[in-house]
């Protein structure tokens, strides 16, 4: 594994008793939607999500995910994920990922790719401009 980084967008995660597994730590399944809900307040807060309120036609659909483990979480716990885009194509996009605990170790590395989908056609499109505008400076691929 790679030295883990740390991200430009951070947000703050509280762990909960209840994601705690038989084993005594929080379940692996845990931290994807620890990722999901960094990733969900990365692209509001940069302005990537249409209204709740409307219809949805087109947007990401996770492609692959990969997760590296590295560290044991144990309630009670504050986990910093840090995350951005690393890389866009014409159609696709890819979020890397860091968590740390409250002592500053790396517990998790993370990617997520995703394809930009038109749920109208049910076939994938191209991004939209704003995500090339916002992201044109990251890895093209």
């Not at 002592?103 to 191209?126: H, I, R, Y």
């Amino acid at each position: 594994m790679s030295k883990p980084s740390k991200y430009k967008h951070k947000f703050i995660q509280q762990v909960v008793w209840g994601e705690m597994d038989a084993f005594g730590h929080v379940n692996n399944v845990t931290y994807v939607r620890y990722f999901e809900s960094a990733r969900a307040d990365y692209f509001t807060k940069e302005g990537l999500w249409d209204s709740p309120l409307k219809p949805v036609q087109a947007g990401p659909v996770l492609t692959h995910l990969d997760m590296d483990y590295r560290k044991q979480v144990v309630f009670p716990a504050t986990l910093e994920i840090t995350l951005e885009v690393n890389s866009i194509s014409s159609r696709a996009f890819s979020v890397i990922c860091s968590m740390w605990n409250e002592e500053g170790e790396c517990v998790l590395t993370g990617n997520a790719s995703f394809v930009w989908f038109d749920f109208t056609t049910q076939k994938p499109s191209a991004l939209p401009e704003l995500f090339k505008t916002k992201f044109g400076n990251t890895n093209l691929v």
